[in-house]
C-alpha cells in the first residue's frame, strides 16, 4: 500500500528524464565536439610584438612636478615661458620590480586631456622596452596600478554571492571561474588563430550555458527545461544578428576591431566577431530569464498540484510578461551605456538623428539591443510552454506526500 502515492507518477518521470536526455544529449555531444575541433591544439597564436608596448613594471610615484615640456638636454632658466607650451609633468618613480627593482628614475610625459593626472604617491605601472634597466629612456608611464581594489571588489562580491546563495552561491561562483576559463581558454585562442568567430561562440556559450546551468542549479528536468529554453533562444538570435548585420551591411568595423586587426597585421572576420559578440553578450541574459521562468512554473505545479499545463502556462507568461519588461530594460541600458560615448561623439558632430542612429558604431550597438531583445521575449513563451509541458507530468511532491500518508492511514493495524 505504501507505493501507491508514487506507483503511476514515477515512470511518467522517468519518461520525462529520458525525453529530455534525448534531445540534449546530442546537442552536449555536439558542443563538446565543436570545441575540441575549433581549439587551436598546439597551434602557435598571432605575434603580440606589435600589440604589447613593452613589459609591465610597477612602481611608485614619490614625487610629481608639472612644467613645459623641454626637449632633451634642453634646461628651464628663469621665469620665461612660452605660453604655447604644451605641459608636462615631470614625475620620480621608484621601481617596485623589473631589472631595476628599488631603483628611481624620472620620467616626463605630456599632460593632455586624453592621458590620466598621475601624483605623487600614485602606483603605476610602467612599460619596460627592454633598455638598461637605471635608464629612464627604457621606460613609458602608461597606467596606474588596480589590482588591490579589484580584488578587494571580487572578494566583496563572492562574499555578497555566498552570504545570500550559501552552497547555491558556492556553485554559481564555480560556474562564473568556469565561463572565464572557456572564454580565456577557448574562445579568445580560437578567434585568434583564425577560426569563424561566430562557430566559436556557438560553441562557447553552448559550453558554458550547460556548465554553468547545471553546476549551479544541479542535474534535474527543471535545469534542462532552462538549458532547452536558452538554446532555440541562442539560435534566434544567432540567426537574427546575422541577418540583419548582412541586411544593414554591418561590417564590425569599429575603432575597437580596427585596432585589434591592425595590431594582429592579419585579416579577421569582422563581422563574425560582431556576431559572437552578440551571442554571448545576450547568453547571461538569457540564463536568468530561462532560469526564472522553470522556477516560476515549478513552484506554480508545487502550490497547486491539480493544474494542468495550460493553467501553469498561462500563470508562467503572467510571471515571465512582468519579468521580460525589466530583463529588456536592463539589456537596453547595458548596451546603451557601452556605446555612450560613441553617441556623445556622434552627438558633437552636428549630424542628424538619422545619420547618428545609421553611423557604423551606433547602428551596430542597435542591431545587438534589438535582436537580444527579441531573443529575451521570445524565451518567455518557449520556455514557459516547455516547463509546463513537463512539470506536468512530473510527479508532485504534495501529492506523494498526500498519497503516502492517505496509504499509511487505511493500513490495518
Keep these: 500500500m505504501h507505493g501507491h502515492g508514487h506507483g503511476p507518477a514515477a515512470p511518467a518521470s522517468r519518461r520525462v528524464t529520458l525525453l529530455l536526455a534525448w534531445l540534449l544529449g546530442p546537442i552536449a555531444a555536439l558542443t563538446v565536439a565543436g570545441v575540441l575541433l575549433l581549439h587551436p591544439w598546439g597551434e602557435a597564436g598571432p605575434g603580440t610584438s606589435s600589440f604589447a608596448s613593452g613589459t609591465p613594471v610597477h612602481g611608485t610615484i614619490t614625487t610629481a612636478t608639472s612644467g613645459p615640456c623641454l626637449a632633451a638636454g634642453q634646461v628651464h632658466v628663469g621665469d620665461e615661458t612660452d605660453p604655447d607650451a604644451k605641459p608636462c609633468l615631470t614625475a620620480t618613480i621608484t621601481l617596485t620590480d623589473g631589472p631595476a627593482e628599488g631603483h628611481a628614475i624620472e620620467v616626463t610625459v605630456p599632460v593632455e586631456p586624453s592621458t590620466p593626472r598621475f601624483g605623487a604617491g600614485d602606483d603605476v605601472v610602467l612599460a619596460y622596452n627592454g633598455g638598461p634597466g637605471t635608464d629612464p629612456a627604457s621606460y613609458q608611464l602608461v597606467d596606474f596600478q588596480r589590482g588591490v581594489p579589484l580584488a578587494a571588489l571580487a572578494g566583496l562580491f563572492a562574499l555578497a554571492v555566498v552570504v545570500l546563495g550559501r552552497r547555491r552561491g558556492l556553485a554559481a561562483l564555480g560556474a562564473l571561474v568556469l565561463s572565464f576559463v572557456v572564454l580565456v581558454g577557448f574562445v579568445l585562442p580560437a578567434i585568434l588563430a583564425g577560426q569563424n568567430p561566430l562557430l566559436v561562440a556557438i560553441a562557447g556559450a553552448g559550453l558554458i550555458m550547460f556548465v554553468a546551468l547545471y553546476l549551479t542549479h544541479g542535474l534535474s528536468a527543471r535545469t534542462s527545461v532552462a538549458v532547452l529554453g536558452t538554446l532555440v533562444s541562442l539560435a534566434l538570435i544567432g540567426a537574427l544578428s546575422a541577418i540583419f548585420s548582412a541586411a544593414a551591411s554591418l561590417t564590425g568595423l569599429d575603432e575597437s576591431t580596427t585596432t585589434l586587426i591592425g595590431a594582429l597585421g592579419e585579416s579577421i572576420d569582422a563581422r563574425g566577431l560582431l556576431l559572437a559578440g552578440i551571442v554571448i553578450g545576450a547568453l547571461g541574459v538569457l540564463d536568468d530569464v530561462t532560469v526564472t521562468q522553470t522556477s516560476a512554473v515549478w513552484e506554480l505545479r508545487r502550490a497547486n498540484p491539480a493544474l494542468g499545463w495550460r493553467d501553469l502556462y498561462a500563470a508562467g507568461l503572467r510571471i515571465g510578461r512582468d519579468h521580460v519588461g525589466s530583463a529588456v530594460n536592463t539589456l537596453v541600458m547595458a548596451y546603451a551605456g557601452a556605446a555612450l560615448p560613441v553617441m556623445l561623439y556622434s552627438s558633437l558632430s552636428g549630424v542628424g538623428l538619422g545619420s547618428i ?23 518567455v513563451p518557449v520556455t514557459t510552454a516547455l516547463a509546463a509541458l513537463i512539470a506536468s507530468r512530473e510527479p508532485s511532491s504534495h501529492s506523494s506526500h498526500t498519497g503516502a500518508h492517505q496509504s499509511r492511514s487505511v493500513t490495518p493495524a
Design 357 to 379: 542612429l545609421g553611423s557604423q558604431d551606433v547602428a551596430q550597438e542597435i542591431v545587438r539591443t534589438l535582436v537580444g531583445s527579441i531573443g529575451i521575449i521570445a524565451a
